[in-house]
């Protein structure tokens, strides 16, 4: 007895010592171990000292082992190691612009989105409870992205991270694609790769905002939406950016029923957000540039085109989506990242 | 005596080199001044009026001024290179 109290006893020192060294988000961590490092390592075939990108704000080396490191720390199983790594490498592209997402005082977060047929081996959770808790593998793959922005990327809260609010998907950002219980065209297909692929896509989001629909059909759904979205809070600063919206399967079956593509909810979406150029100024927004000489009666959509609007399928019960305000892309140059899972 | 076990370091080493800020001029004087704004609201004002007190106390040769599309964004190319190999002295910060 007096043997198990004192392992116990180190047990919980380490894990101490791994907060008192700076390298935890707020919660207790898997203390990185050689034996474990060891351990997470058979989850890939990659030379632990690969370098596989460079994160800012602080231009942190990010190697396989630190992947690995901090994939252990967040609770990860060795077979999450080829998610993790694609997603570790799609935030490291200069096109996924981590550097504003880090650093922000708007508070995003890189949000994850994982397709095709890794989800039902690791178990990644699309459907009920979707952002919620209860998910080892989205918990912890995305735990995993954040402790690699805190210690490889050094975005330290108050620090370099200077977020006036952040989210809490700023813990954990991963979901999985419901492509079973929808009939579209999955996201990864829709970004070129093929169906069979495992893919990770990385969106720069704010927190998900739910919206509750009553009883009706398609077009109701998207009415709903967009009135939701016209609000002149979102016509923040900087002018039209994009937009990530996720769709629950009894919303994505009656538009399906209406003939509805993501394409056409796209468009829906595009066309049916806008105020006036005399409402956003009125309101005091810095939506429009300060030399904007357009007429108080002219249009100005909130989003950029009906590319820069993502419809993710996930979510199974009773008509509840969620859409997350999205960075601004630019064609060819910024904007979601893809990368296909290596198994 | 501990018996803890011994912890991988999870943080990542820097892939800037050691950088030491440029020599600054002693005087404006007869200097071109760049001023390169972050593109927040407000901040060509800011920088308006400091371009303007340096006018007052300095015989600034010429100004050229710098703006980022977007604040998200990093300068676009070259922006930052054609700045420095103009400007004897260049001032950036974030208004907002």
Redesign the interface.
Known sequence: MAAQEHTGD?IL??IE??FE?G?TDGLPVV?????G?ERMLRGTRRDPQEVIG??PP??????VE?VA??AL?AGCKPEYMPVVLAAAEAIADPVF?L??TAI?TWGRAPLMVVNGPIRHQLGINSRSNVFGPGWRANATIGRTVR?LMR????ALPGELDRATLGHPGKYAYCIGEDEEHSPWEPLHVQRGFPPEASVVTVFNCGGPHQFGLPRGGAETILNYLTDFLQSLTLFG??GAADLTVVLDEEQRRILGDADYSKRDVQKFIFENTWRTAGEIRAAGS?FLP?DSDMPDDQRCGLFQSEEAIYIVAAGAGNRFGAFMPT??S?SGV?GPVSRQIEI | MSDRPTLLDPTGGTAIEKVHPAKRPDSLDGKVLGILVNAKPNADVLFGMIEKRLRERHAIKKVVWGKKEFVGHRAPPGLVESMASECDAVITGTGD
């Open positions: 180190v020192e380490t010592e791994c060294r390298w203390p990185p171990t050689p034996a490092l460079i994160l602080k231009s942190g080396v990010l190697t630190k490191l901090n720390m612009n550097s504003a922000s402790l210690n490889v990327g050094g600063r900087g810095h300060d960075s601004r630019e910024r």
